[in-house]
């Protein structure tokens, strides 16, 4: 467990854990708050349920059952991706995607993982300058991918080379 206060402004920590099944309505209830098009909760457990799938939660520090946020990846062979990350709207900005997103590459660093791929709205911004800042570039892209309230964006895809065996 890694627990982070993140930022000057901050007034909660947040402890970063792996995930389990029993979180899947905590997934469900964040990405229903996050995105457009959500997945069921029956979706999470099928995901979580597959020996290539891991993830991790945040969770507010002193309030069990809390959720921040999560990040869910998939690693097959050396290559692994962000199938999703969401976090709470009213804590976006404050740390916690870095914090999980920091904790999948710690994992794939002990899992010696070559690379990881994620796709990311055109339009989130925010979203694109975190992973930047991780190292991730842009390799491609989906035209027209997500649906958005005045029409379609394209999926930018991104990745990043983590090292891992020879």
């Known amino acids: 467990m890694i627990s982070l206060p993140f930022g000057p402004f901050a007034r909660r920590n947040f402890a970063i854990e792996p995930l389990a099944a029993a979180d899947c309505p905590h997934l469900h209830r964040i990405h229903v708050e996050t995105f457009r098009h959500p997945w069921s909760e029956e979706d999470f457990h099928a995901l979580i349920g597959q020996d290539?799938?891991?993830g991790f939660m945040a969770r507010e520090e002193g309030r069990p059952g809390s959720a921040a946020g999560f990040v869910l990846a998939r690693l097959v062979v050396d290559e692994a991706e962000i199938l999703t990350i969401a976090v709470l709207p009213a804590l976006q900005r404050r740390g916690v995607g870095r914090a999980l997103m920091d904790a999948v590459l710690r994992h794939l660093h002990r899992e010696r993982a070559r690379s990881l791929f994620l796709e990311v709205d055109q339009a989130n911004v925010a979203a694109q300058a975190l992973y930047r800042r991780l190292g991730f570039v842009k390799v491609g892209d989906r035209p027209?991918?997500?649906?958005?309230?005045?029409?379609?964006?394209a999926a930018l895809i991104l990745r990043r080379d983590l090292g891992g065996p020879a």
Do not use: K, L, N, P
């Open 52 to 54: 290539t799938v891991f």
């Open 144 to 153: 027209a991918y997500y649906e958005t309230q005045g029409g379609r964006s």
